[in-house]
């Protein structure tokens, strides 16, 4: 189609966008956004707020946009890469607790028959990918051990079974919190993640991080 039509066209009820000058473009340019995850609309009052502060990220525009107070996208975003992305991260993704857990999911991929055993390697929440996913990525960021059980059960009822980004959407997330525990899982991972090694230093009323509190950061932490 892009031969036929050009770098870019509409097609299947969508806009195409082929050239990489038109997509690098639109993602560099600064953004409006609003509170919708893709398509979906989100609802505003289960998205996260602190003290009257929006620290959704997705739903914060840019500065001089809508939506989120100026500066606060740029601000919070800023915090949240060097609080969760920094060097920290990087030397605890290669340590020796990150290495025996990957060594435990080769191992564990090994068992499942070279994950031909699907539930065994990619459905289990007891051993393979899951809470591979789980424990490296709240180890190497947060720095929670994977030996801290109090944490790992709070985050296993939060990342487990049903996929709480239905809280989210309007209007579903209504019907949804009516059956589940949603609103206080959050308010547990918030807790784990504002108590974890990365956020113990964290410095709370930072101009370049838009006079962001630990517990904002934690909060939008639990959003992403």
Same mark, same amino acid.
């Given at each position: 189609?892009?031969?036929?039509?050009?770098?870019?066209?509409?097609? =299947?009820?969508?806009?195409?966008? #082929? #050239?990489?000058?038109?997509?690098?473009?639109?993602?560099?340019?600064?953004?409006?956004?609003?509170?919708?995850?893709?398509?979906?609309? %989100?609802?505003?009052?289960?998205?996260?707020?602190?003290?009257?502060?929006?620290?959704?990220?997705?739903?914060?525009?840019?500065?001089?946009?809508?939506?989120?107070?100026?500066?606060?996208?740029?601000?919070?975003?800023?915090?949240?890469?060097?609080?969760?992305?920094?060097?920290?991260?990087?030397?605890?993704?290669?340590?020796?607790?990150?290495?025996?857990?990957?060594?435990?999911?080769?191992?564990?991929?090994?068992?499942?028959? %070279?994950?031909?055993?699907?539930? =065994?390697?990619?459905?289990?929440?007891?051993?393979?990918?899951?809470?591979?996913?789980?424990?490296?990525?709240?180890?190497?960021?947060?720095?929670?051990?994977?030996?801290?059980?109090?944490?790992?059960?709070?985050?296993?009822?939060?990342?487990?079974?049903?996929?709480?980004?239905?809280?989210?959407?309007?209007?579903?997330?209504? %019907?949804?919190? %009516?059956?589940?525990?949603?609103?206080?899982?959050?308010?547990?991972?918030?807790?784990?993640?504002?108590?974890?090694? =990365?956020?113990?230093?964290?410095?709370?009323?930072?101009?370049?991080?838009?006079?962001?509190?630990?517990?904002?950061?934690?909060?939008?932490?639990?959003?992403?």
């Amino acid at each position: 189609k892009q031969g036929t039509y050009g770098d870019n066209f509409c097609a =299947a009820g969508q806009v195409w966008l #082929s #050239s990489y000058e038109s997509v690098s473009t639109a993602i560099l340019a600064p953004q409006e956004r609003k509170n919708y995850l893709g398509e979906h609309q %989100l609802i505003d009052s289960h998205t996260p707020e602190i003290g009257g502060r929006n620290v959704f990220l997705l739903s914060l525009g840019d500065e001089g946009l809508p939506l989120g107070e100026p500066g606060m996208h740029a601000g919070l975003r800023k915090a949240f890469i060097d609080t969760l992305l920094g060097p920290e991260q990087v030397e605890r993704a290669k340590d020796d607790v990150s290495e025996k857990l990957w060594g435990k999911l080769v191992q564990d991929y090994v068992d499942s028959d %070279l994950g031909r055993d699907t539930f =065994a390697f990619f459905e289990n929440s007891e051993k393979g990918l899951q809470p591979f996913v789980r424990l490296y990525l709240h180890y190497a960021m947060f720095g929670i051990h994977p030996d801290d059980s109090a944490a790992h059960e709070i985050l296993v009822a939060f990342h487990g079974g049903s996929p709480p980004v239905v809280y989210y959407f309007w209007p579903v997330g209504y %019907l949804y919190q %009516l059956f589940t525990n949603t609103q206080s899982l959050i308010a547990d991972v918030k807790r784990v993640y504002e108590q974890s090694p =990365a956020f113990a230093n964290f410095p709370e009323g930072k101009k370049e991080y838009a006079n962001v509190t630990k517990s904002e950061l934690a909060a939008a932490a639990t959003s992403i």
